[in-house]
């Protein structure tokens, strides 16, 4: 078991920068493949990246590539996205979500463990 806090959504303006905060309540932090999605009203939840045990492999949604970057300290057990460049239509909740094992799904329907989601609002 592992429980997934979300943090650092708000409301920022188009071109700015946010970054989200997810912390494990496990040590054993590196076991899991971590994985941040979005959900925005009215629309099915959508990979936007994740990132492997040890951090050494990352994956992106097309949408984000070179604007959001994931990164993850296993020693404080805990998952991050810089979020560059905002826009519009960026705007959703964010999730935070584990998966055990070594390999790094893109598909939600492939994660144990899910975060409370935070909101992202970018303004235009």
């Known amino acids: 078991q592992v429980q997934l806090v979300v943090s650092g959504g708000g409301l920022v303006q188009a071109g700015g920068s946010l970054r989200l905060s997810c912390a494990a309540s496990r040590r054993t932090f590196s076991v899991f493949a971590m994985g941040w999605f979005r959900q925005a009203p009215g629309k099915e939840r959508e990979f936007v990246g994740a990132?492997?045990?040890?951090?050494?492999?990352?994956f992106y949604a097309d949408s984000v590539k070179v604007r959001f970057t994931i990164s993850r300290d296993n020693v404080k057990s805990t998952l991050y996205l810089q979020m560059n460049s905002l826009k519009p239509e960026d705007t959703a909740v964010y999730y935070c979500?584990?998966?055990?094992?070594?390999?790094?799904?893109?598909?939600?329907?492939?994660?144990?463990?899910w975060g409370q989601g935070t909101q992202v609002t970018v303004s235009s």
């Open positions: 979500a584990a998966a055990l094992g070594w390999v790094v799904p893109t598909k939600d329907n492939a994660y144990n463990y």
């Open positions: 990132v492997s045990g040890n951090g050494a492999s990352t």
